[in-house]
């Protein structure tokens, strides 16, 4: 039984993502909201002050650590 396949006869297709397209930063600061929601928690007291501290530690790149 035949498998199915991309049909050959057209262009190839790269798709790959391009690297400008993986990076998180949109060059605006990042705030502790922005890094309690990335990290999938609540926007409660606690959290904000977990990422207050870390983006204190980690600057903006606390977040790229976060997303993919």
């Known amino acids: 039984m035949p498998t ?3 049909d050959a006869s057209g262009p ?6 391009p ?3 993986l990076h998180t930063r949109t060059g605006t600061e990042v705030s502790p909201e922005d890094l309690v ?7 409660t007291p606690g959290n904000l002050e977990w ?4 983006l ?6 606390a977040l790229e ?3 993919p």
Do not use: I, N, V
């Open 12 to 17: 190839p297709e790269d798709r790959t993502t």
């Open 51 to 54: 990422a207050r501290r870390k």
């Open 4 to 6: 199915s396949q991309p």
């Open 37 to 43: 929601l990335a990290a999938g928690r609540d926007l």
């Open 56 to 61: 204190e530690a980690e600057g903006p790149a």
């Open 65 to 67: 650590k976060l997303l």
């Open 19 to 21: 690297d400008a397209l």
